[in-house]
């Protein structure tokens, strides 16, 4: 029903900021609780962060506390990830996703987009 694509991966060095953001289109975004998951080369998909329909609350897993922040804009359908300090342990395909409650496990979101790459380097 609603379709999702990220953007603005790319390649940045250790201590860096990238910002990415993911655009929903065929359906009421507001209605949706949006995620972004990553996965690693070798690794299981993790939950990053989450954020509510309103905005008013998110989560965070614990390997990004203080340095990520996930935010929405509503009226133009579009849900953002700020990643200041990066270390290379970022460096994975970051995903957003669709749920109906905010969650911090990957199988609460759906309707994943192709995904970014994010690359740090040391």
């Known amino acids: 029903q609603v379709q999702l694509a990220e953007s603005g991966g790319g390649l940045v060095q250790a201590g860096g900021s990238l910002k990415l953001s993911c655009s929903a289109s065929?359906?009421?975004?507001?209605?949706?609780?949006m995620g972004w998951l990553r996965q690693a080369p070798g690794k299981e998909r993790e939950f990053v962060a989450g954020?509510?329909?309103?905005?008013?609350?998110?989560k965070y897993a614990d390997s990004v506390k203080g340095r990520f922040t996930i935010s929405r804009d509503n009226a133009e359908n579009t849900v953002y990830l700020q990643m200041d300090s990066l270390n290379p342990e970022d460096t994975a395909v970051y995903y957003c996703?669709?749920?109906?409650?905010?969650?911090?496990?990957?199988?609460?979101?759906?309707?994943w987009g192709q995904g970014t790459q994010v690359t740090v380097s040391s």
């Open positions: 996703g669709a749920s109906i409650v905010v969650l911090t496990t990957p199988s609460a979101y759906g309707n």
């Open positions: 954020i509510s329909q309103s905005g008013g609350t998110t």
């Open positions: 065929g359906g009421t975004f507001s209605r949706y609780a």
